[in-house]
């Protein structure tokens, strides 16, 4: 399972995309860095077998999860589970929703709370701060949804001390609309996504075709509502898409995109929308990145 295939359910103008956004252009960039041992950072190591590894426990505060993968491709996921929702219930929630399910999305999202993520690919690097409280977490990579691709750490002891990366900010607002600035962001770096809504979201960047430009994608996202799945006027191949973020979190992740035109956009489905993806409820909008 993906988060795309997730985001795509019931829309099948999205499947292409989300295919291409599995297989293109990951967010997590950089070369592989050395081991560092600062306060904060946390190093996770993920299997060909989508197995992640990690310290059984961390302090609380901003921490750095720095990510590696010996699996084709891995999609890093933090998430708390409500007192009495258990792991078992939350993989079969995800399965239900997966298939298109809507009452299984409900009870997924009414107990977790999605604490952001990042894609990685073999050989790079993917980073993601966060401020986490006392509590008990899991790591996962939601390439796989099964038990062995959750693992569980607590967050416990002294704060670490450490202060959230700098860098480029998007925000989420008024339930499902992006913030109308930042016009343009950093095309690398550390990204910034604060969620001040009611729902949950994740940050996706996608690159407009040359002479495309918002007002097309606008035009091609109402033509896809009425059935006519045109040619999309963003090539999915040139992306970026963040993990999953809960109301009322912020977090960081790196990212590496060639400059241009692109679309920002949450494919994440509502609920409360027949698993409608908040893009085709208006949460997208045109930004440049340089
Ligand atoms: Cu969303």
Known sequence: MSVQRIAVLGVSVMVLAAGTLTG????AAGPAAARETAAGTVTVSITAAHNVTMPATIQPGVNEFRVTTEAKSSGFQLVQLAAGYTLDEAIADIDGFDKGKIKPLKRFEANTTLLGGVNVLPGKVGKLAVNLPVGSYYAADIERNRPSAFTAFTVAGADTGASMPA???IKAVKSTSWAKGPKSIARRGMLTFKNRTDKNHFVGLVRLKKGKTAKDFAAWIDAAMEGEEGPPPVDFRVAFDSGL???GQTVATNYKLPKGEYILACFWPDASMGGMPH??????RGITLT
């Open 24 to 27: 293109g252009t990951a967010g």
């Open 167 to 169: 860098g480029s900010t």
């Open 245 to 247: 973020v809960a109301p």
């Open 279 to 284: 893009a085709f409820m208006g949460m997208y």
